[in-house]
């Protein structure tokens, strides 16, 4: 049973920064990819952004590119988003998600999910 479980999150000022983690249980296998996604208050949960297990290669939405960082730690199992600049758009409950192989950007597309972690940025 694979087990996601994020934190990091919290109550930060506009501009300033913040690191999620999320440690995953289990063997993470070479073609899996995990991604961060975001859900606003009255929205649809977001992609953010994904980190191919093998190669770090990653992907971001275009709203926090220069912004955010992917990165994994293979010997922890954990994928971190490194979170600059923030701004109050970025407000929102953030999801670590896990797909068991290949790339997505779509929740749809994700296997297992954390519990989320909650990200207030104050204006």
């Known amino acids: 049973q694979v087990q996601l479980v994020e934190s990091g999150g919290g109550l930060v000022q506009a501009g300033g920064s913040l690191r999620l983690s999320c440690a995953a249980s289990g063997h993470i296998f070479s073609g899996s990819s995990m991604g961060w996604f975001r859900q606003a208050p009255g929205k649809e949960r977001e992609f953010v952004a994904r980190i191919k297990w093998s190669d770090g290669s990653t992907l971001y939405v275009d709203s926090v590119k220069g912004r955010f960082t992917i990165s994994r730690d293979g010997a922890k199992n954990t994928v971190y988003l490194q979170m600059n600049s923030l701004k109050p758009e970025d407000t929102a409950v953030y999801y670590c998600?896990?797909?068991?192989?290949?790339?997505?950007?779509?929740?749809?597309?994700?296997?297992?999910w954390g519990q989320g972690t909650r990200v207030t940025v104050s204006s």
């Open positions: 998600a896990r797909k068991t192989m290949g790339l997505g950007v779509r929740a749809s597309d994700y296997d297992y």
